[in-house]
């Protein structure tokens, strides 16, 4: 799941709104001044200077070591540093420098609630990059179960989550498909029992379905028209169908399969209606 939000409007806008709520004397001084280069280096970044910025925002974490948002921007230029690198060893020291200075704007953030989600959003991100699936899952689950997050956000980090798991039970199922099988029957019994591998992978595809549905379901308790959840969680009844030798079990799987994807069709079609006739009302509506 990509959870990377660009706001570098949203920088340029927190700064400078920023300086009057400050305080009075050296302190005042010291954070006018910390402001003050984060506005210039937010322009910089806005104009895609990146190196720049990354000077202005380094001189703010010197002059302010407190100041979270100094930190959260200058994460983000070494972030695209690192997709830039092509030297492996550079990349991931990026990478790890990357997550130390998103760390230290977390330890920060207090309540700041803008400034926490863009951490563990970045902070999830370069776990992905670097194929670090453990830390990205204990990531996205902060986020998901953080009381500062959006309802919206925290359902789409419950999502990622339900989606990762699939994939997972996807990846072993898939393996084990039988060519001659999947021509008539794609969700065709897997046979994964015949050695002490196979009945491996069988083992950590039904986890990894069990984790899914309670990702999913964690999703739709907040949202419960999330239509993307309700069509993952469908294809995970199709995961079972493969998982299971039992014929009986496999066609209840199936019908759940098929009824979880006709909800979630026509839940999809009403909103797009919906939509269609506010636009259309929207258009038609006299302009003064």
Same mark, same amino acid.
């Given at each position: 799941?990509?959870?990377?939000?660009?706001?570098?409007?949203?920088?340029?806008?927190?700064?400078?709104?920023?300086?009057?709520?400050?305080?009075?004397?050296?302190?005042?001084?010291?954070?006018?001044?910390?402001?003050?280069?984060?506005?210039?280096?937010?322009?910089?970044?806005?104009?895609?200077?990146? $190196?720049?910025?990354?000077?202005?925002?380094?001189?703010?974490?010197?002059?302010?070591?407190?100041?979270?948002?100094?930190?959260?921007?200058?994460?983000?230029?070494?972030?695209?540093?690192?997709?830039?690198?092509?030297?492996?060893?550079?990349?991931?020291?990026?990478?790890?420098?990357?997550?130390?200075?998103?760390?230290?704007?977390?330890?920060?953030?207090?309540?700041?609630?803008?400034?926490?989600?863009?951490?563990?959003?970045?902070?999830?991100?370069?776990?992905?990059?670097?194929?670090?699936?453990?830390?990205?899952?204990?990531?996205?689950?902060?986020?998901?179960?953080?009381?500062?997050?959006?309802?919206?956000?925290?359902?789409?980090?419950?999502?990622?989550?339900?989606?990762?798991?699939?994939?997972?039970?996807?990846?072993?199922?898939?393996?084990?498909?039988?060519?001659?099988?999947?021509?008539?029957?794609?969700?065709?019994?897997?046979?994964?029992?015949?050695?002490?591998?196979?009945?491996?992978?069988?083992?950590?595809?039904?986890?990894?379905?069990?984790?899914?549905?309670?990702?999913?379901?964690?999703?739709?308790?907040?949202?419960?028209?999330?239509?993307?959840?309700?069509?993952?969680?469908?294809?995970?009844?199709?995961?079972?169908? $493969?998982?299971?030798?039992?014929?009986?079990?496999?066609?209840?799987?199936?019908?759940?399969?098929? $009824?979880?994807?006709?909800?979630?069709?026509?839940?999809?079609? $009403?909103?797009?209606?919906?939509?269609?006739?506010?636009?259309?009302?929207?258009?038609?509506?006299?302009?003064?």
């Amino acid at each position: 799941m990509k959870v990377f939000r660009n706001s570098t409007t949203a920088l340029t806008i927190a700064v400078i709104v920023a300086l009057a709520t400050l305080g009075s004397g050296c302190e005042y001084a010291r954070k006018v001044i910390a402001k003050d280069k984060l506005n210039q280096g937010a322009i910089e970044y806005n104009k895609g200077n990146i $190196k720049n910025a990354q000077v202005f925002f380094k001189d703010a974490t010197e002059t302010d070591p407190s100041s979270a948002s100094a930190w959260l921007y200058l994460g983000a230029t070494i972030v695209r540093d690192y997709r830039k690198e092509i030297d492996e060893a550079k990349k991931k020291d990026l990478a790890n420098q990357a997550l130390e200075v998103y760390q230290k704007a977390l330890s920060l953030a207090s309540n700041n609630c803008v400034v926490v989600n863009n951490a563990l959003s970045y902070i999830a991100v370069i776990h992905d990059d670097t194929r670090n699936t453990d830390e990205w899952r204990k990531t996205m689950l902060e986020r998901a179960t953080n009381q500062c997050m959006t309802k919206e956000t925290r359902a789409e980090s419950f999502y990622g989550l339900g989606v990762n798991y699939w994939q997972c039970s996807y990846d072993q199922t898939t393996r084990y498909q039988d060519k001659a099988l999947f021509n008539t029957d794609q969700f065709h019994y897997r046979k994964m029992d015949y050695s002490p591998e196979a009945l491996s992978d069988r083992q950590k595809a039904q986890a990894c379905v069990t984790k899914a549905f309670e990702y999913f379901e964690k999703a739709l308790e907040i949202d419960p028209e999330y239509t993307q959840a309700m069509f993952y969680k469908g294809l995970l009844y199709r995961e079972l169908q $493969k998982l299971i030798k039992e014929e009986a079990k496999r066609k209840e799987f199936e019908q759940m399969a098929l $009824k979880i994807a006709s909800e979630a069709t026509a839940l999809q079609k $009403k909103r797009e209606a919906a939509a269609t006739e506010q636009r259309l009302r929207e258009a038609t509506s006299p302009t003064s």
